[in-house]
Nanobody, 119 residues
């Protein structure tokens, strides 16, 4: 089992920045994929960024070149730097972890942290 706790959300003006953090309850070295997702009211949850243990990252076009995901294995944390924020970035942001043992994938979610960018 992995417990994930997000922090860093808040209200920021368009063009501003936030840094979200996700703290895991166990070594993220044992987690094959970590990432961030977001869900805006009335919309489906969508991928924001993922990062592997080797540091390979993935971003959708909507956030590419504005958001950056990083990990610190020593601290068991994964951060998401949000720059040049837009109103359409307003959502609840969730930390996600995927583990795989014997071919079985388990998925864990944090409680979410609200990011609000007013128009």
């Amino acid at each position: 089992q992995v417990q994930l706790v997000e922090s860093g959300g808040g209200l920021v003006q368009p063009g501003g920045s936030l840094r979200l953090s996700c703290a895991a309850s166990r070594s993220i070295s044992s987690i094959y994929l970590m990432g961030w997702y977001r869900q805006a009211p009335g919309k489906q949850r969508e991928l924001v960024a993922t990062i592997t243990n080797s540091g390979r990252t993935n971003y959708p076009d909507s956030v590419k070149d504005r958001f950056t995901i990083s990990r610190d294995n020593a601290k068991n944390t994964v951060d998401l730097q949000l720059n040049s924020l837009k109103p359409e970035d307003t959502a609840v942001y969730y930390c996600n972890a995927k583990t795989i043992v014997g071919g079985v994938i388990e998925q864990y979610w944090g409680q979410g942290t609200q990011v609000t960018v007013p128009a």
